[in-house]
Protein backbone atom coordinates (compact mmCIF):
# COMPACT_ATOMS: atom_id res chain seq x y z
CA UNK A 1 0.00 0.00 0.00
CA UNK A 2 1.61 3.39 -0.74
CA UNK A 3 4.23 1.51 -3.06
CA UNK A 4 4.01 3.36 -6.53
CA UNK A 5 7.03 1.39 -7.59
CA UNK A 6 4.66 -0.47 -10.16
CA UNK A 7 3.01 2.13 -12.13
CA UNK A 8 6.22 3.98 -11.77
CA UNK A 9 7.93 1.35 -13.28
CA UNK A 10 4.94 0.22 -15.68
CA UNK A 11 5.07 3.52 -17.13
CA UNK A 12 8.99 3.64 -17.46
CA UNK A 13 8.97 0.07 -19.78
CA UNK A 14 6.19 1.48 -22.18
CA UNK A 15 7.97 4.80 -23.12
CA UNK A 16 11.03 2.48 -22.84
CA UNK A 17 9.93 0.33 -25.19
CA UNK A 18 8.59 2.62 -28.14
CA UNK A 19 12.15 4.52 -27.52
CA UNK A 20 13.88 0.85 -28.35
CA UNK A 21 11.68 0.49 -31.49
CA UNK A 22 12.41 3.96 -32.44
CA UNK A 23 16.54 3.38 -32.26
CA UNK A 24 16.00 -0.11 -33.54
CA UNK A 25 14.21 1.63 -36.62
CA UNK A 26 16.78 4.30 -37.03
CA UNK A 27 19.54 1.58 -36.28
CA UNK A 28 18.38 -0.31 -39.00
CA UNK A 29 18.11 2.37 -41.90
CA UNK A 30 21.45 3.54 -40.60
CA UNK A 31 23.15 0.41 -41.48
CA UNK A 32 21.06 -0.39 -45.00
CA UNK A 33 22.60 3.43 -45.90
CA UNK A 34 25.77 1.98 -44.79
CA UNK A 35 25.66 -0.52 -47.15
CA UNK A 36 24.72 1.14 -49.91
CA UNK A 37 27.32 3.62 -49.43
CA UNK A 38 29.77 0.62 -49.04
CA UNK A 39 28.76 -1.45 -52.21
CA UNK A 40 28.79 2.57 -54.07
CA UNK A 41 32.91 2.56 -52.96
CA UNK A 42 33.83 -1.12 -53.72
CA UNK A 43 33.93 -2.15 -50.27
CA UNK A 44 32.37 -4.87 -48.33
CA UNK A 45 29.61 -3.50 -46.03
CA UNK A 46 30.25 -7.24 -43.97
CA UNK A 47 33.71 -6.50 -43.25
CA UNK A 48 34.26 -2.61 -43.05
CA UNK A 49 33.78 -0.46 -40.09
CA UNK A 50 32.10 2.25 -40.00
CA UNK A 51 34.85 3.87 -38.16
CA UNK A 52 37.31 2.83 -40.94
CA UNK A 53 35.52 3.70 -43.83
CA UNK A 54 34.66 7.07 -42.57
CA UNK A 55 38.20 8.12 -41.54
CA UNK A 56 39.15 7.33 -44.97
CA UNK A 57 37.10 10.36 -45.88
CA UNK A 58 38.47 12.44 -42.81
CA UNK A 59 41.82 12.02 -43.63
CA UNK A 60 41.45 12.84 -47.00
CA UNK A 61 39.27 15.85 -46.18
CA UNK A 62 42.39 16.97 -44.06
CA UNK A 63 45.03 16.25 -46.77
CA UNK A 64 42.95 18.37 -49.26
CA UNK A 65 42.75 21.13 -46.88
CA UNK A 66 46.58 20.79 -46.11
CA UNK A 67 47.95 21.05 -49.73
CA UNK A 68 45.22 23.69 -50.44
CA UNK A 69 46.68 25.95 -47.75
CA UNK A 70 50.42 25.06 -49.05
CA UNK A 71 49.30 26.39 -52.35
CA UNK A 72 48.08 29.30 -51.22
CA UNK A 73 51.48 29.95 -49.29
CA UNK A 74 53.31 29.04 -52.33
CA UNK A 75 51.42 31.12 -54.13
CA UNK A 76 51.66 34.44 -52.00
CA UNK A 77 55.40 33.81 -51.40
CA UNK A 78 56.08 33.66 -54.90
CA UNK A 79 53.97 37.00 -55.66
CA UNK A 80 55.73 38.52 -52.53
CA UNK A 81 59.21 37.62 -54.65
CA UNK A 82 57.85 38.94 -57.98
CA UNK A 83 56.76 42.24 -56.37
CA UNK A 84 60.62 42.20 -54.68
CA UNK A 85 61.95 41.35 -57.65
CA UNK A 86 60.15 44.19 -59.62
CA UNK A 87 61.44 46.65 -57.11
CA UNK A 88 64.70 45.71 -57.55
CA UNK A 89 64.73 46.11 -61.26
CA UNK A 90 62.75 49.27 -60.99
CA UNK A 91 65.52 50.56 -58.93
CA UNK A 92 68.08 49.48 -61.04
CA UNK A 93 66.55 51.09 -64.14
CA UNK A 94 66.58 53.88 -62.16
CA UNK A 95 70.08 53.59 -61.18
CA UNK A 96 71.31 53.26 -64.65
CA UNK A 97 69.37 56.56 -65.83
CA UNK A 98 70.59 58.51 -63.74
CA UNK A 99 74.12 57.25 -64.21
CA UNK A 100 73.90 58.08 -68.37
CA UNK A 101 72.05 61.49 -67.18
CA UNK A 102 75.02 62.17 -65.39
CA UNK A 103 77.51 61.04 -67.77
CA UNK A 104 75.69 62.86 -70.27
CA UNK A 105 75.77 66.01 -68.44
CA UNK A 106 79.10 65.65 -67.61
CA UNK A 107 80.14 64.71 -70.95
CA UNK A 108 78.34 68.79 -72.29
CA UNK A 109 79.60 70.23 -69.55
CA UNK A 110 77.04 71.29 -67.46
CA UNK A 111 77.60 70.48 -63.15
CA UNK A 112 75.76 67.23 -62.24
CA UNK A 113 72.41 68.35 -60.25
CA UNK A 114 71.60 67.06 -56.65
CA UNK A 115 68.25 65.70 -56.95
CA UNK A 116 65.88 65.97 -53.28
CA UNK A 117 67.93 68.54 -51.86
CA UNK A 118 65.95 71.80 -52.31
CA UNK A 119 62.47 69.68 -54.23
CA UNK A 120 60.95 68.07 -50.75
CA UNK A 121 61.00 65.20 -49.09
CA UNK A 122 59.25 62.75 -52.08
CA UNK A 123 62.56 63.59 -53.85
CA UNK A 124 64.73 62.79 -50.59
CA UNK A 125 62.90 59.46 -50.14
CA UNK A 126 63.18 58.58 -53.58
CA UNK A 127 67.02 59.60 -53.54
CA UNK A 128 67.72 57.51 -50.17
CA UNK A 129 65.61 54.29 -52.10
CA UNK A 130 67.95 54.66 -55.15
CA UNK A 131 70.92 54.71 -52.90
CA UNK A 132 70.00 51.80 -50.87
CA UNK A 133 69.24 49.83 -54.35
CA UNK A 134 72.73 50.87 -55.67
CA UNK A 135 74.11 49.46 -52.24
CA UNK A 136 72.10 46.25 -52.12
CA UNK A 137 73.39 45.46 -56.04
CA UNK A 138 76.70 46.67 -55.23
CA UNK A 139 76.39 49.31 -57.95
CA UNK A 140 77.77 52.16 -55.73
CA UNK A 141 80.85 50.44 -55.14
CA UNK A 142 81.95 49.89 -58.99
CA UNK A 143 85.40 48.50 -59.92
CA UNK A 144 86.47 49.41 -56.23
CA UNK A 145 84.53 46.84 -55.16
CA UNK A 146 86.38 43.79 -56.97
CA UNK A 147 89.65 45.22 -55.48
CA UNK A 148 87.88 45.18 -52.06
CA UNK A 149 87.34 41.61 -52.95
CA UNK A 150 90.64 41.12 -54.09
CA UNK A 151 92.65 41.78 -50.92
CA UNK A 152 90.25 40.40 -48.55
CA UNK A 153 91.19 37.29 -49.73
CA UNK A 154 95.17 37.87 -49.39
CA UNK A 155 94.91 39.30 -46.08
CA UNK A 156 96.84 36.86 -44.05
CA UNK A 157 94.88 36.75 -40.79
CA UNK A 158 94.14 33.45 -39.24
CA UNK A 159 90.78 32.42 -39.73
CA UNK A 160 88.25 33.42 -36.81
CA UNK A 161 88.29 29.93 -35.34
CA UNK A 162 92.13 29.42 -34.93
CA UNK A 163 92.00 33.07 -33.19
CA UNK A 164 88.94 31.73 -30.97
CA UNK A 165 91.03 28.50 -30.01
CA UNK A 166 94.10 30.81 -29.01
CA UNK A 167 91.97 32.73 -26.92
CA UNK A 168 90.42 30.31 -25.07
CA UNK A 169 93.59 28.39 -24.26
CA UNK A 170 95.19 31.65 -23.00
CA UNK A 171 92.51 31.82 -20.58
CA UNK A 172 92.35 28.16 -19.43
CA UNK A 173 96.36 28.67 -18.86
CA UNK A 174 95.75 31.73 -16.79
CA UNK A 175 92.83 29.74 -14.63
CA UNK A 176 95.62 27.27 -14.06
CA UNK A 177 97.89 29.70 -12.73
CA UNK A 178 95.60 31.45 -10.52
Do not use: W
Amino acid sequence: QGDRYLPVMKEFLTMASVRLAEMEDLFTDMKSRFDRVCRLFCEDPATTQSDEFFGIFDHFITCFQEAKMDNENVRKKKEEEEKIAKQHQEMRMRTLERKKSNANRMANGQPIQQTGIHNGKGDEQTEFDDLISALRTGDVFGENMDKFKRNRKLRTSPPRVERMESFLRERSKERILN
